[in-house]
């Protein structure tokens, strides 16, 4: 593993919650290999590309990391309602850039009314290729088609995949679908790759109570919450949530 660069961003405007700053602990890294990958997300971080990062805001403590046990997880009758009423079809393959996935990003970006990302650019094919399809060894990609529309990419879900655990990266979907639910079926995708696969655990990035692109990830359970930011020879403490 190489580290490229270390450093902590200047407070900005939060884009989970409004009313705070955040700042951000970002490591630019190589060579990170799957079992490395985990133990970041077992402390807390998360990876865009080759960057990896977490909130170290003074004030605030609502980005709290969230993960699944993929035995034990049970969806509700409404996600449930949400897996079988889908009829898009999945496949799984490597991470792609193309001038579909690009668009649709953007499109998923702008129904959201922010962006969720580190600015507010739009995405063009470097961004997209430098956060969401550098290579890495343990990145996957989850794309939704409507075959009822000439095989239309309508949902993708960037996941990553390491020893003991699956990652949700990032989903976006084509907003004419929400009545499917995508984001939902690809979560319960997720779990159900982790259990063929004999993976423990699925990461859902951070729960942030009070933001409604966030504040659903609680309504997947039973889930657990990280105590703290813990260091990185530090045991991570990981509690069941409400």
């Known amino acids: 593993m190489e580290v490229l660069r270390h450093f902590v961003s200047d407070a900005t405007a939060c884009s989970y919650l409004p009313d705070r ?8 890294l190589l060579d990170v290999t799957p079992d490395v990958l985990e133990r970041f997300l077992e402390r807390g971080w998360r990876r865009f590309g080759a960057v990896y990062f977490r909130p ?6 609502e980005c709290v990391p969230i993960r699944l046990q993929s035995g034990r997880f049970a969806p509700s009758r409404s996600q449930a309602r949400a897996r079988n009423k889908s009829t898009l079809r999945l496949e799984i393959g490597s991470p792609q850039v193309t001038a579909s996935r690009i668009d649709l990003c953007n499109r998923w970006q702008e129904s959201q009314g922010a962006r969720r990302s580190w600015d507010n650019l739009e995405m063009d094919e470097r961004r997209y290729f430098l956060e969401f399809a ?3 060894p343990a990145a996957l990609e989850f794309a ?5 529309d000439d095989s239309r990419l309508v949902a993708v879900g ?6 003991n655990a699956v990652s949700a990266v990032y989903t976006y979907y084509d907003p004419e679908y929400a009545s499917q639910s995508p984001g939902t079926r690809c979560i319960l995708d997720q779990v159900e790759h982790a259990r063929t696969h004999g993976k423990a ?3 859902l990035g951070y729960r942030v109570l ?3 692109s966030s504040e659903y990830k609680a309504r997947f359970k039973p889930h657990q919450l990280l105590l703290g930011r813990p260091g990185p020879e530090e045991e991570p403490v990981w509690i069941e949530g409400d």
């Open 134 to 136: 550098i290579p890495h």
């Open 21 to 28: 700053t955040a700042r951000l602990d970002h490591i630019l």
């Open 201 to 203: 655990w699925v990461y």
């Open 144 to 148: 939704y088609y409507d075959d009822g």
């Open 56 to 61: 170290v805001c003074r004030t605030c403590s």
């Open 210 to 212: 009070g933001c409604r």
């Open 158 to 163: 960037l996941v990553d995949i390491m020893p």
